[in-house]
């Protein structure tokens, strides 16, 4: 990636990385850390650029610099078997852009029920760890339906024989798109567009040809819907598995499609059910890491913000893992608990020490053991870390 002579790409990187870290909106508020000595020492320096320097760092960057860092960063994350899951959820989402000037298309939000003028953006999230695997963000119309197919090429790229489940909603892509997937031995799970013929054929199907089924989800209502499992030709795409399934919650059914043809409807109406995780990550980066706060006072590159918002939150999933009892925990919970907090840092030549108040979750942090794993930061001359607990009236003094 580019840099500077006095500023080098890592170092760019850091600052803008560290504002998405603790919650800020966007990068417009940047100038609200000029001077902020903790912030210029995260990023090697002694405070962080300018936002006009930071705008301008983002617009020199290419499409294929991003995608470069972004597989980089994602072959480190599969080297420490984050992404175990054998189902990838994907999801479509439109960042909203708020200013009266700028050139992008009008795309459906379904958090507002309309379309927006935003940038389309494309997530792939591992679904055990919620871990998003691959962003792209600023995707036009005509290429909306393709991108499943990018997707799939990239993380091929990665893993090599692809061996996970796709799971989707009928919109993200074609029929055509469908066949090409089921060509490449590519599993996946959708549902079919349902139409008024489509629920009169399935009220039509005779009572003794439906089975009740057990999901397994703790917190699902309906728990024991009905089902009627078949085979179908879709026209664009071939024959195919469809499961039907009533008596749900809703009043009219839903028309799960895959190309899988030997697991158990229980099995793949759970894998779909799960699709919420994606929807939840998709909120945590609206409301923590501010990714819909696409206004007009800086310019910023989306897709390179979006990738910096898939980082930060795999990051603050590796802090989570280390503290027990907050391993599914979200990114604004940890950050609350565990580093919206006062402390006293002292840096010298050989190390950085952290000094923190004894707080109710201080025994959580201290348990975690983190200066055990630290290893000397490169970039702040080989300094290692290292942690201090102490009363705020005697040992603590910020």
Sequence with gaps: MPGSSDITAFQYVMAMLVLKLVGKERLSQ?????????????????????????????????????MRFMKYFVKAQNKQKIYGSGTINLDFH????????????????GSRGKRVKGALTFIAQDCDSRCQIYVN?????????????????????????????LVFDSKLTTYENLRALDADSVKFITLRRRGKSLVKEANAIPSDEWQRIRIDSPKRK?????????????????????????????EEPAFFITNDFKNSAETIIGQYARRWNVENTIDEAIHFFHLNALSSPIL?????????????????YHLAQMLRG?????????????????????????????????????????????????????????????????????????
Aim: net charge positive; glycine share 6%.
């Design 137 to 165: 963000a600023d995707i036009h119309k005509k290429d909306a339906d393709n991108e499943i197919l990018s997707f799939v090429k990239f993380w091929q790229s990665i893993r090599g024989k692809f061996r996970q489940t």
């Design 30 to 66: 940047i100038n609200d850390f000029n001077f902020d000595k903790g912030f210029g020492l995260f990023a090697g320096l002694n405070v962080l650029p300018k936002s006009t320097a930071i705008s301008t760092y983002s617009y020199r960057l290419e499409q294929k610099d991003i």
């Design 222 to 250: 309906f728990a024991n819907p009905l089902v009627h499992d078949s085979r179908i030709e879709l026209k664009g795409y071939g024959v195919i598995r469809q499961i039907i399934m009533m008596d749900h919650g809703r």
């Design 326 to 398: 907050f391993e599914t925990c979200e990114a604004r919970k940890i950050f609350r608990h565990f580093i919206d907090m006062p402390a006293k840092i002292t840096v010298t030549k050989e190390e950085i020490l952290v000094k923190y108040p004894l707080r109710a979750h201080s025994p959580v942090l201290r348990s975690a053991g983190l200066d055990k794993w630290t290893t000397p930061i490169s970039w702040l001359g080989n300094r290692k870390l290292r942690f201090q607990w102490g009363d705020k009236g005697k040992e603590f003094n910020p």
């Design 94 to 109: 439109t960042i909203q852009h708020y200013g009266e000037e700028a050139i992008l298309e009008e795309h459906w939000s």
């Design 300 to 316: 910023i590159k989306i897709h390179f913000d979006v990738v910096l918002t898939m980082i930060s939150d795999t990051l603050y």
